[in-house]
């Protein structure tokens, strides 16, 4: 019986500790959170311990009597600077691997993040991916699954999903092994912070300022974090994925990301059909809008207005409706999508929302967003 209590327990001992991590930060900070547990245990062993015996060995029922002294200079001097020597000797590493976090220089590649409520832009600055640029939202199942309410039936969403609920997204991070990677963060709206445990630090996301910090990564794998900053409604479901490839599988990546790009601005070019323009509008409303306008199109009013039956979107003039999802509206949480996506997801989304819930507002051309930007 008392194995079938302790059984979970021990399983999950190792959550009460700082993860080791996977780069040579994490490690050091790693081994000086060791180091500095053990110091302070040894102190509370010492303390508490002469504390116990003091009080069991000079208790009153044994005829104790309370020595009566004032000031001892030898003692004064002993425990001032035994506190200060256990100080230093912590502070000279800890200080050694602070100056080691901050310093980006000799970087081989620079990755521009920039937050947004609610997802993640990356920019490859240079480096062989340079000009690579996409968004990172959490994955379109799991913001599908939360949104119709199935994060209600948690066995259903273990089933599907697993442990990497609400934790996946739809453009990871990529980056190689082996390589000093060094990262500019800022933000678009609000304060957010990127923070990837196994990397060792976190850094903030704020809006007109620029953080730096850097890591290197040796060992291929998939390394997940969060939005450390509350930052909004919808601050729970901005996930990070970090994707480490090897040099050949990165360079791989690379090519693809290049295609795909090539891709887009030749589909950028031709006419699309109504029909296809909706289907693909349905997935990247369901990304970017659903969170605030919901996936019913009702909204929250007066934060987020209802898109169902508004006048805008059944105008015959669909320039006041680009206007307005490629440029937002200053002093209103509606963002501006103009540098988030491409013309064919911007003239896709906008049919959908034409064209949907009851509206009747006609078809938006890619055509018809690169005339507006």
């Known amino acids: 019986m008392l194995a079938l209590v302790t059984g979970p327990v021990l399983a999950d001992w190792g959550l009460l500790n700082m993860r080791e991590g996977v780069t040579s930060t994490s490690h050091a900070v790693h081994d000086l959170h060791m180091i500095i547990l053990w110091v302070c245990v040894a102190i509370g062993i010492v303390v508490f311990g002469a504390m116990i015996y003091a009080m069991f060995r000079h208790r009153k029922s044994k005829g104790s009597v309370a020595a009566q002294f004032h000031e001892s200079t030898t003692m004064e001097v002993i425990w001032t600077i035994i506190p200060i020597m256990i100080l230093v000797s912590m502070a000279i590493p800890a200080t050694k691997t602070l100056l080691a976090m901050e310093d980006t220089g000799e970087a081989d590649m620079t990755i521009k993040v920039t937050g947004i409520q609610w997802k993640w832009k990356y920019d490859y600055i240079d480096g062989e991916a340079a000009g690579i640029s996409f968004i990172s939202s959490l994955h379109p199942d799991h913001n599908s699954a939360r949104l119709l309410g199935a994060s209600r039936d948690t066995d259903v969403l273990r089933k599907q999903f697993g442990d990497t609920y609400l934790r996946e ?205």
């Not at 996301?205 to 910090?213: Q, Y």
């Not at 040796?218 to 974090?225: E, L």
């Not at 006048?311 to 937002?328: C, F, K, P, Q, Y």
Request: proline content about 5%; glycine content about 10%.
């Open 169 to 373: 997204v739809d453009n990871p991070l990529v980056i190689p092994t082996g390589k000093k990677v060094r990262f500019l963060f800022t933000a678009a709206d609000v304060i957010h912070s990127w923070w990837v445990p196994d990397l060792g630090w976190k850094k903030d996301a704020i809006p007109g300022f620029v953080n730096e910090s850097w890591t290197r990564v040796d060992k291929p794998g998939i390394y997940r974090g969060k939005c450390a900053e509350l930052c909004g409604k919808d601050h729970g479901f901005m996930p990070i994925v970090v994707v480490a490839m090897a040099s050949d599988d990165y360079e791989a990546w690379v090519a693809q990301q290049k295609g795909s790009a090539e891709q887009a601005a030749a589909a950028a070019d031709k006419t699309w059909s109504k029909e296809d323009l909706i289907a693909r509008g349905q997935d990247v409303y369901r990304t970017n809008c659903a969170a605030c306008h919901q996936v019913n199109g009702k909204g929250l009013p007066p934060a987020f207005p209802a898109l169902a039956g508004n006048a805008i979107l059944n105008d015959g003039d669909a320039s006041r409706h680009i206007e307005t999802v490629m440029n937002g509206r200053p002093g209103t949480a509606m963002a501006a999508y103009r540098g988030l996506l491409n013309d064919v997801d911007l003239a896709a989304v906008i049919t959908y929302e034409r064209n949907t819930w009851g509206n009747d507002g006609g078809v938006v051309q890619p055509a018809d967003i690169k005339v507006a930007r």
